[in-house]
């Protein structure tokens, strides 16, 4: 008779593992849209996350690993989502693009921003992150509004509409301006049709 080996347990210690992980980037980007970058600590999410705070140091050595991690991931569960928008009208990509800038990730990206504009060692990690995200959703965007960017001016125009949707998000910080925005969404909207036409 042979050697038997008793079965392995690492799928599910895996599957766990990525689990945790994922539980402690969801809460980590709650609680810095939530209590910003000074209210963030790594036990304040390890806690939110139902973890212990070795187990969430064990996954991220650093609070500055935890929360670039968190805001990238998250940045790449939305590039994600835009990417598997059906082929639609551009109002409704225009809408959808000013989305990403008036929810939990945009507050959380905004507070990560602000203390990396005061903390040196913060800053070469979000700047880098910021300058990758921002690559990425020019392309998607480039892509759903179906814009030719060998004309000129198309360029700046797409990057003109994202800036735009960030100063959208800025001015839904403080209080709700979903009416306002959605006017100038449509403006926006009928505008690059006239534009990338």
């Known amino acids: ?23 402690l980037l969801e809460a980590a980007v709650a609680c810095l849209a939530e209590h910003g970058w000074a209210g963030s600590t790594v036990s304040v999410v390890a806690e939110r996350a ?25 940045a790449e569960e939305r590039s994600a989502a835009l990417r598997a928008l059906p082929v639609q009208g551009r109002a409704a990509v225009v809408a959808a693009l000013v989305d990403l800038y008036t929810g939990p990730l945009f507050r959380a990206a905004l507070q990560l921003w602000v203390a990396a504009s005061n903390e040196v060692s913060l800053h070469p990690r979000v700047s880098e992150l ?5 690559r990425e959703t020019h392309r998607i965007a480039v892509e759903l509004l179906k814009a030719d960017e060998s004309r000129p001016g198309t360029r700046e125009t797409v990057q003109g509409l994202l800036d735009m949707a960030r100063g959208l998000g800025l001015a839904n ?25």
Request: proline fraction near 5%.
């Open 50 to 74: 139902g973890v212990s705070r070795g187990a969430a140091q064990h996954h991220f050595p650093t609070r500055e690993d935890l929360f670039t991690a968190a805001v990238e991931y998250v």
């Open 130 to 134: 910021e300058a990758r995200v921002g």
């Open 1 to 23: 008779m042979g050697v038997v080996t008793p079965p392995t347990d690492r799928t599910p210690k895996q599957d766990r593992s990525r689990a945790t992980r994922r539980r």
């Open 173 to 197: 910080v403080l209080t709700d301006d979903t009416a306002r925005r959605q006017r100038v969404v449509a403006q926006w909207a009928a505008l690059l049709d006239d534009a990338l036409n």
